[in-house]
């Protein structure tokens, strides 16, 4: 499974940007999906996760109000909706599966949850 990112670009201070996360062959339905970002010399962070058939979701602190993620079970993607994006939120956002599927609830945090992850598309917030 190789998921792929896209969606990413240059941005103005509170500016909008949506990413998709799609699959490159099998799907990844009932599995959760999260956004994690890195930025340069800094750890991955995990921000947000969604499951498949609850659609439960978690973020973190740092998007909550501010980052959205969906679920189009019929396109077999995931979105994540980023408003009011500010310089800290550049890095490179890779989407990723969680490692066993039909989970009720998600963590994004816990990153060693989740596998497959893709190659990420760079986000820059100018200010």
């Known amino acids: 499974l190789q998921l792929v990112e896209s969606g990413g670009g240059l941005a103005q201070l509170g500016g909008s940007l949506r990413l998709s996360c799609t699959s490159s062959?099998?799907?990844?339905?009932?599995?959760?999906i999260g956004w994690f970002r890195q930025a340069p010399g800094k750890e991955r962070e995990g921000i947000t996760c969604?499951?498949?058939?609850?659609?439960?979701?978690a973020y973190a602190d740092s998007v909550k109000g501010r980052f959205t993620i969906s679920r189009d079970k019929d396109r077999d993607r995931v979105y994540l909706q980023m408003n009011s994006l500010k310089p800290e939120d550049s890095a490179i956002y890779y989407c990723?599966?969680?490692?066993?599927?039909?989970?009720?609830?998600?963590?994004?945090?816990?990153?060693?949850?989740?596998?497959?992850w893709g190659q990420g598309t760079q986000v820059t917030v100018s200010s």
């Open positions: 062959g099998e799907f990844f339905e009932t599995y959760a």
């Open positions: 969604v499951t498949y058939n609850s659609g439960s979701t």
């Open positions: 990723a599966r969680s490692r066993t599927p039909w989970q009720t609830m998600c963590d994004p945090t816990r990153i060693s949850d989740f596998a497959d």
